[in-house]
């Protein structure tokens, strides 16, 4: 491991261009820097290397480390003005009143529509907008939901449509915990959605933008039907989709959320593992060919034509897009040099993708791809040597445990503050799902090669089938078994690079011996559990009364401390979809567990109290109380539910209060009446479906 270390500085120049720009980057997203600086600051940087580069030799060794200074500059500007023009080109074409008006737009759908529960759904580009008989070219991109009918359930990538619609702004996140739809929205350069009737729209015709894009998008509906025609079983049938191509429309939630508990989601999210198979594959093919001087030309050009022709099966997905990059600098690199650096491939490939799409930098599959190859490299062969057996098989087993393992280590901070959640069986689990699932996915390629041949093609599809019954089997009996992952885990970015710097601690220790290393481990230890210890003191002395926004339903936490009791529609609590994306990563969020009863929570009818906060619920069944002989104090929240039949003037009048909240139960209606007699009391009306989830501090 050391010389893997000494190689991942000394040898990879790609490595030391990549932190810089990647250093600009980050400073230009979190504090956007000015086009005019960042030009004088390239124009500054680039005319002293220039002037510095031409001198004489001892010139240049004089002032060494101010040219290496001023070439940092100049990659940390280069980063920056990388993302202000990303980002400049992600913003929609401005349109004045475009959330307030009905406008006529002309529109070229970019992909297929896919069904969702009650609707279609397809991303579409604006091309122009029609005002009288003129045609005002624009480019923004937007998403359309899709009344069902048959035929808009047959529009295509490349369809041209004309709409007259309204726009809305995609929503933010609207619950404590929930993943922020709008901020990855803004990152693909989404900011509106439409929602369509039948009779909204016309098709015009079709012309697709891109041959190449809807020859992918045909031939991934070919490899969807031929898995469907062959494999028995939805359930199966859904999860080859998954694994082959990423097609993710037919898995089943529970069995996401298993795949998730158990820590083998990325089997079937299309990743580095997928394309570091078909990689090893094809270096396996190519063995046998020697090491000829043809042969060291063929062999890359054979892998990476390999690997680009598995991504184009596979649909081109930015995270195909992405891995296949990391492989082919790596089939370079190994080309180019027998001892090539494998991290200077992979600084290369990194540099290369966040020079096409910065953004990458804040997406998890790129974030997890790369320290799971980088954690590889440093740490599998370390690990595998530790323990010297002399059985085969069971050195084979080994083997896989060790490069488990090794993929964790730098993986482990992003995962606990992505995810939450720590798989305890996760060696287990991918002891038995990674060999499975990387049989099935050979298996997948071998049945579209067979599907023209159905007498070999069904026995084919029922193996698969059994394969992928018994991974699923076993995934799910593992998720059954207690403790199956740690939960609610809430850790903040400082916490994340101070388990970077534990991990580094401890590895400079076993390669060097070094006691300071311990000590200096120990104290970022120290470090990340006072932080830790704050939060969980926090947590112990937090009272809340939480109203989610769920649509035409009613769900309210009472949290004290660390528990929480529940009130509201008994069926949101069948809701599995409810629970998975809405109740449970508030909970996580709060770290709390439910309780059928809690000391500093009353409930009796419509009155619910918690802590000092005093809330009466008005709902469908609500009678308005006799007009007080004296004076009532306010109760601190009413909660209007489930459209109730009552005059909001009479109620305030007879219920005072100091905050109304109008929660997902109610129409838009309902919620605008009561919003503009609170606005006449000079009372504040929170509507949850526009706001989001109400939090009250009851402490």
Not at 190 to 213: C, G, R, T, V, W
């Amino acid at each position: 491991m050391y010389a893997a270390t000494l190689i991942a500085w000394k040898q990879a120049p790609f490595l030391r261009l990549l932190l810089p720009f990647c250093t600009g980057i980050v400073i230009q997203f979190y504090t956007y820097c000015p086009p005019i600086y960042l030009i004088i600051s390239a124009t500054i940087t680039t005319t002293v290397v220039i002037l510095l580069s031409n001198s004489s030799i001892t010139t240049l060794f004089k002032f060494k480390y101010q040219l290496a200074y001023t070439l940092l500059i100049l990659l940390t500007t280069a980063g920056a003005w990388r993302m202000h023009i990303k980002t400049d080109s992600l913003k929609p074409t401005p349109i004045a009143h475009i959330e307030d008006s009905a406008y006529t737009y002309i529109a070229s759908l970019l992909e297929p529509v896919t069904e969702k529960p009650n609707s279609y759904k397809t991303i579409a580009q604006l091309t122009h907008r029609i005002s009288g008989q003129t045609l005002i070219p624009i480019k923004t991109t937007i998403i359309l939901y899709l009344q069902k009918t048959r035929s808009n359930q047959g529009l295509y990538y490349g369809d041209k449509i004309v709409f007259r619609k309204q726009l809305h702004p995609v929503k933010a996140t609207v619950n404590p915990g929930s993943f922020n739809y709008k901020s990855w929205c803004e990152f693909q350069g989404i900011f509106y959605q439409a929602y369509l009737a039948e009779n909204d729209l016309k098709k015009l015709s079709h012309k697709p933008p891109s041959s190449l894009k809807k020859s992918m998008f045909i031939l991934r509906d070919s490899i969807v039907n031929i898995l469907r025609r062959y494999i028995p079983g939805p359930k199966e049938a859904g999860l080859a989709e998954a694994l082959l191509i990423g097609y993710k429309e037919d898995l089943h939630k529970s069995l996401i959320q298993s795949y998730s508990n158990t820590g083998v989601i990325h089997v079937i999210a299309i990743s580095g593992l997928h394309l570091g198979l078909i990689y090893m594959l094809l270096s396996l093919i190519c063995q046998p060919l020697g090491n000829k001087k043809w042969t060291r030309i063929f062999r890359p050009i054979f892998i990476i034509a390999g690997l680009w022709a598995f991504g184009f099966l596979a649909g081109g997905s930015p995270s195909i897009f992405r891995s296949a990059v990391m492989f082919t600098c790596i089939a370079i690199g190994n080309s180019l040099s027998k001892q090539a650096s494998i991290f200077n491939s992979l600084a290369a490939s990194a540099f290369l993708l966040l020079c096409y799409n910065p953004y990458w930098l804040w997406d998890a599959g790129f974030q997890l791809s790369y320290t799971a190859v980088a954690s590889l490299a440093l740490f599998q062969q370390t690990i595998y040597d530790a323990i010297n057996i002399s059985w085969q098989w069971l050195d084979h087993i080994w083997k896989h445990i060790s490069t488990t393992i090794a993929a964790q280590i730098l993986t482990l901070p992003v995962i606990l503050f992505l995810f939450h959640q720590f798989p305890v069986f996760f060696v287990l689990t991918n002891l038995i799902a990674i060999p499975l699932s990387s049989g099935i996915l050979l298996g997948e390629i071998l049945l579209c090669l067979l599907s023209f041949m159905p007498i070999l093609a069904r026995p084919t599809g029922t193996l698969l089938s059994w394969l992928i019954r018994v991974m699923n089997g076993i995934v799910e009996r593992i998720d059954q078994l207690p403790f199956t992952s740690i939960t609610q885990i809430n850790i903040n970015l400082v916490q994340v690079w101070l388990l970077y710097g534990v991990i580094t601690a401890f590895t400079i220790w076993l390669l060097h011996k070094k006691k300071i290393m311990v000590f200096a481990a120990l104290i970022l230890l120290l470090a990340y559990f006072s932080i830790g210890a704050t939060e969980a003191y926090r947590t112990r002395k937090q009272q809340y009364l939480v109203i989610y926004q769920i649509p035409n339903a009613t769900a309210i936490d009472c949290i004290i401390g660390n528990r929480f009791v529940y009130t509201g529609d008994s069926t949101i609590q069948q809701s599995f979809q409810v629970q998975l994306y809405t109740l449970n990563p508030a909970r996580d969020l709060f770290e709390v567990s439910q309780s059928g009863s809690l000391k500093g929570v009353y409930k009796d009818e419509n009155l619910v109290r918690v802590g000092s906060q005093t809330m009466i619920i008005i709902d469908s069944a609500f009678h308005l109380p006799p007009p007080p002989s004296g004076p009532v104090p306010p109760a601190d929240l009413l909660l209007i539910s489930h459209n109730p039949y009552v005059d909001p003037y009479s109620l305030l009048t007879r219920l005072p209060t100091t905050q109304v909240v109008v929660d997902g139960s109610n129409s838009a209606k309902l919620a605008l009446e009561w919003r503009s007699v609170c606005r006449e009391a000079g009372i504040p009306c929170h509507f949850t479906a526009e706001k989001g989830a109400f939090v009250l501090n009851a402490y």
